[in-house]
């Protein structure tokens, strides 16, 4: 790496460790972080919130997430948790009423959207510098 390589990286570390600071007083954000299965979680239902063409229910959950990283019922407890902090909404599926669909709550939403729009200009230093796979 050259010394240029590694300065832009530097800053960009000391950047992402100062945007950490912001990420842990944000309500949503802070629970995100919790775990790597409440990321696992989260992220899988923003998916479905922001891609029409995606759906996600526990079952589906369950079967996205590996269950070295959470059990069905640590999975169940972060959406229920998510639902009473305001985050996750469930619905009923148009097509099976008795899968209920889960997607972030339109305050979660803008939020998750304001959160990654930041967090990747955290990262923008480094959009000039590609990833390569090491040979």
């Known amino acids: 790496m050259t010394e240029k390589n590694n300065k832009e990286i530097a800053e960009t570390i000391k950047s992402a460790l100062e945007f950490y600071k912001y990420e842990l007083d944000l309500p949503l954000t802070n629970f995100i972080f919790q775990s790597p299965l409440h990321w696992n979680v989260m992220t899988i239902i923003a998916l479905a919130?922001?891609?029409?063409?995606q759906t996600t229910s526990f079952q589906h959950l369950c079967e996205s997430i590996s269950p070295k990283t959470g059990s069905k019922s640590s999975i169940q407890s972060i959406i229920e948790t998510?639902?009473?902090?305001?985050?996750?909404?469930?619905?009923?599926?148009?097509?099976?009423?008795?899968?209920?669909?889960?997607?972030?709550?339109?305050?979660?939403?803008?939020?998750?959207?304001?959160?990654?729009?930041?967090?990747?200009?955290?990262?923008?230093?480094?959009?000039?510098?590609?990833?390569?796979?090491?040979?």
């Open 49 to 53: 919130t922001f891609d029409r063409e």
């Open 82 to 135: 998510g639902i009473q902090k305001g985050f996750i909404k469930k619905t009923p599926l148009h097509n099976d009423k008795r899968i209920k669909s889960l997607k972030l709550t339109e305050t979660a939403a803008k939020d998750y959207e304001n959160w990654v729009r930041a967090d990747a200009t955290t990262f923008g230093p480094l959009n000039g510098v590609a990833m390569k796979t090491p040979k």
